[in-house]
């Protein structure tokens, strides 16, 4: 597949919707060790929210879409990940077309683009134990895939592979954001909880596009 049309992504972030909700378990687990506790929940709360909004409405523009999802999860989860979780679907909304589907190229730009946006607004970069860990590799894959002029199902699943090596990566950082000192330290051979929920969300958009229609 070239393109990416604006009802099979629909369905992919239908998809990463229902996953996150099915691993807060896992989410708040580690959140409670080296966190606040409250990821999963605020993660399952957010999600929640955007499976019913994306039950309800249809959508016909792939930037109307993710415009619709990213407000959905900063007014219904709140908090740190409300923002940083929205941000990458609102941040780079300019790259998307107005139009029923769109290039791995134009997908590569979105998700960069809100993947810069989440470091302006957060002050985090790479190797700081964040989400960021996995964004970041799995955005660098969907721009060497752009650049390949690769597939889109072959793109996804390097970009879902290159999320999981980041949550991998994330589990001997240490955290220097917003966490005590001695959570800090609990933090070392667990992964970051919100990267673990980025790469669950790539995990599940491939998942989705493989699926016979
Ligand atoms: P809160 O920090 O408000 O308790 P959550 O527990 O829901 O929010 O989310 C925590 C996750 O948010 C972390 O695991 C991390 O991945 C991500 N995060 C926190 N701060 C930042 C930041 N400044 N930049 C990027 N990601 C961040
Ligand atoms: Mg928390």
Same mark, same amino acid.
């Given at each position: 597949?070239?393109?990416?049309?604006?009802?099979?992504f629909q369905k992919m972030i239908e998809n990463a919707s229902k996953i996150i909700i099915a691993n807060e378990p896992y989410l708040t687990e580690i959140d409670t060790v080296i966190g606040d506790g409250d990821h999963g929940i605020g993660m399952k709360r957010g999600f929640s929210a955007l499976c019913r909004m994306l039950e309800k409405q249809e959508f016909y523009e792939v930037d109307s879409l993710c415009?619709?999802?990213?407000?959905e999860l900063v007014k219904s989860m709140g908090g740190a990940s409300?923002?940083?979780?929205?941000t990458m679907f609102i941040g780079g909304l300019s790259k998307l077309p107005h139009e029923n589907s769109?290039?791995?190229?134009?997908?590569?730009?979105?998700?960069? =683009? @809100?993947? &810069? #946006?989440?470091?302006?607004r957060g002050k985090?970069?790479?190797g700081q134990k964040t989400m960021l860990d996995a964004l970041i590799p799995a955005v660098e894959s969907l721009k060497r895939s752009a650049g390949l002029e690769e597939e889109m199902e072959g793109a996804f699943l390097k970009a879902?592979?290159?999320?999981? =090596? @980041?949550? &991998? #990566?994330s589990e001997c950082m240490?955290?220097?954001?917003?966490?005590?000192?001695?959570?800090?330290e609990a933090a070392i051979g667990l992964p970051d909880p919100g990267a673990v929920s980025t790469s669950l969300i790539f995990k599940a958009f491939y998942e989705e596009l493989i699926k016979e229609q």
């Amino acid at each position: 597949m070239k393109r990416l049309d604006v009802r099979e992504f629909q369905k992919m972030i239908e998809n990463a919707s229902k996953i996150i909700i099915a691993n807060e378990p896992y989410l708040t687990e580690i959140d409670t060790v080296i966190g606040d506790g409250d990821h999963g929940i605020g993660m399952k709360r957010g999600f929640s929210a955007l499976c019913r909004m994306l039950e309800k409405q249809e959508f016909y523009e792939v930037d109307s879409l993710c415009k619709a999802v990213g407000i959905e999860l900063v007014k219904s989860m709140g908090g740190a990940s409300g923002v940083i979780f929205g941000t990458m679907f609102i941040g780079g909304l300019s790259k998307l077309p107005h139009e029923n589907s769109c290039s791995l190229n134009q997908i590569a730009a979105y998700f960069e =683009e @809100g993947e &810069k #946006a989440i470091e302006r607004r957060g002050k985090a970069g790479a190797g700081q134990k964040t989400m960021l860990d996995a964004l970041i590799p799995a955005v660098e894959s969907l721009k060497r895939s752009a650049g390949l002029e690769e597939e889109m199902e072959g793109a996804f699943l390097k970009a879902c592979n290159a999320a999981l =090596e @980041g949550v &991998k #990566a994330s589990e001997c950082m240490e955290s220097k954001i917003g966490r005590s000192k001695n959570f800090r330290e609990a933090a070392i051979g667990l992964p970051d909880p919100g990267a673990v929920s980025t790469s669950l969300i790539f995990k599940a958009f491939y998942e989705e596009l493989i699926k016979e229609q």
